[in-house]
């Protein structure tokens, strides 16, 4: 399984594009790459789920680069709800195991 | 969307009791489940792989005579904590995929976790 490394914590304002960036070296032929976010006292919820090139959805967009070793969680315009931690997790096709890493505590202020 | 549901979202018992956590999949069909727990400000740690029909897979280090897991239908896992002690303390999380013929891309959705206080 894939290890990933995120940056243990970033910080932000309101309005601002956040950028999250995840360094999987070991990544398989076969994994995707997903994030989810996390809000205390709550289970992980999926924002984004890409294999390659770029992919965006209502809340998020997710770089890949034609490589597949680091992806960018791109968050625009973020708001103080927005504060959570994220994490980046990389599993394949037939596996469905997910092992999670530290995750990005990012911090939005007004 | 997927939606997974955990029952109960928190409990409070005293020690040596033991306790079960549901863990459901309300709009789809999931052979595999997964549960985690989390202790305060760190990640989530893989306990173990739930399958329909057979044996959990415990991860490394994962009791699972402590841990006990069923899985006796597509849409329902059970993870129930024996005389559970204050050690055992934490919340716990499960998660499912919607699997078609065996394979799927499809995320993982995680249920809103069960906080689990022994006294």
């Known amino acids: 399984l894939a290890k990933t490394t995120q940056p243990i914590s970033m910080d932000s304002y309101e309005g601002q594009e956040v950028n999250i960036t995840c360094s999987h070296n070991?990544?398989?032929?076969?994994?995707?790459i997903t994030w989810y976010q996390q809000f205390p006292s709550q289970g992980p919820r999926f924002i984004i789920q890409g294999y390659k090139t770029k992919v965006t959805n209502e809340v998020a967009s997710l770089f890949i680069p034609a490589d597949r070793k680091s992806s960018t969680l791109s968050l625009p315009r973020v708001s103080l709800s927005d504060t959570a931690v994220y994490y980046c997790?990389?599993?394949?096709?037939?596996?469905?195991?997910?092992?999670f890493g530290t995750g990005t505590r990012l911090q939005v202020f007004p | 969307g997927a939606v997974v549901s955990q029952h109960p979202s928190w409990v409070i018992c005293k020690s040596g009791t033991s306790v079960k956590i549901e863990c459901r999949s309300l709009d789809f069909q999931a052979t595999t489940m997964f549960w985690y727990r989390q202790f305060p400000k760190q990640s989530l740690m893989l306990m173990a792989t739930?399958?329909?029909?057979?044996?959990?897979?415990?991860e490394q280090g994962v009791e699972k005579d402590k841990f006990l897991i069923n899985h006796a239908s597509l849409t329902l896992s059970t993870l129930t904590v024996t005389s559970a002690h204050p050690e055992d303390s934490s919340f716990y999380i499960c998660?499912?995929?919607?699997?078609?013929?065996?394979?799927?891309?499809?995320?993982?959705?995680f249920g809103d976790g069960t906080r689990l206080s022994i006294l």
């Open positions: 998660s499912a995929r919607l699997t078609r013929g065996g394979v799927s891309n499809q995320p993982q959705h």
């Open positions: 739930s399958n329909e029909g057979s044996k959990a897979t415990y």
């Open positions: 997790l990389v599993g394949g096709y037939n596996t469905d195991k997910l092992i």
């Open positions: 070991n990544i398989a032929t076969n994994d995707y």
